[in-house]
């Protein structure tokens, strides 16, 4: 088994920032004596596939270059070999929002760099979405409603802005503010509340420094649930300023939920934004799979 990291680098994150940024970050990781080996994705979807044949190969040491898709989508291909409990996971935050390792106190490619010279890893926890077609593994969180639309808006005009651009999209979007209604049943609740946004989170931030969920840990074998009710436009921009210091939790209007697992009561298709890529499917349950790999960090 090679001991080196396999680097697999989607130059696409971050609006094509990557491509400008991780050349220099793996040139300095590589002198200061860290051994990888570079494969580039082609297209949406391609680290879960070089990821794979890397595992099944017998690749143990995996290092995702771009933002929390890229390393979601890593998550699955190892998954999907069987052998994610084996493994170790690297990152470097070059894409746009970078959100996940901000947990572990790392907000840009320099401190993921010393973090990965130093070796020291902790077990975390993936969440799985069964959905109508099928299964998607996740790291950071999965929103609905707003979130979902503020993440389809940036994608289609504000990706080059990093997370800047999540910010505008929310501005938009509460301007255009609809509501959903989508019950779910928590452990044994049932939770049938009309909302403007549901957040399915397994580590504490979105969007960049959006501190989505304040209380989450992603090691505990837990997700978190955070649902905001009929806010209006003026009420919803009052929280959205709230969220950057994590405060937003205490709104009566906001309420959370610590639980292994989610199932959705009435499932319907719609958009859900999955570590800051877009899907439409029609989500079914939502469960934690606990220590399920060794994050680098």
């Known amino acids: 088994m090679n001991a080196g990291f396999y680097a697999i680098v989607n130059q696409a994150a971050g609006g094509g920032r990557a491509a400008r940024r991780a050349p220099e970050a793996l040139s300095a990781l590589k002198r200061s004596g860290v051994s990888l080996e570079v494969a580039f994705t082609e297209a949406p979807k391609h680290a879960s596939v070089l990821a794979r044949e890397a595992a099944l190969a017998g690749r143990r040491r995996f290092l995702s270059v771009g933002g929390d898709g890229t390393a979601s989508e890593v998550v699955n291909g190892l998954i999907s070999a069987g052998v994610a409990a084996e493994c170790e996971l690297a990152m470097l935050p070059v894409g746009t929002g970078n959100s996940f390792l901000r947990d572990f106190g790392i907000a840009d490619a320099d401190a993921a760099s010393r973090a990965i010279i130093r070796g020291e890893g902790r077990l975390v926890d993936v969440l799985r979405l069964e959905h109508s077609d099928g299964k998607i593994h996740f790291i950071n969180t999965m929103g609905t409603g707003f979130v979902a639309s503020a993440g389809e808006l940036t994608n289609a005009h504000f990706k080059f802005l990093g997370a ?41 931030y979105t969007g960049g420094s959006m501190w989505m969920a304040p209380d989450a840990d992603a ?16 009420e919803l921009a009052a929280a959205f300023a709230k969220i950057f210091k994590g405060t937003h939790t205490q709104l009566q209007q906001v309420w959370t939920r610590q639980v292994d697992r989610v199932e959705f009561v009435r499932p319907t298709r719609q958009a859900v934004l999955i570590d800051g890529d877009l899907f439409h499917l029609t989500p079914i349950a939502i469960d934690v799979l606990p220590a399920a790999i060794r994050l680098i960090a």
């Open 164 to 204: 800047a651009g999540y910010v505008a999209a929310v501005l938009i979007c509460i301007a255009r503010l609809r509501y959903e209604r989508n019950p779910l049943r928590c452990g044994d609740e049932l939770d049938d509340a009309e909302t403007v946004l549901t957040s399915f989170s397994n580590s504490q």
């Open 219 to 234: 090691s505990d074998g837990l997700l978190d649930v955070i649902r905001a009710g009929r806010l209006g436009r003026g």
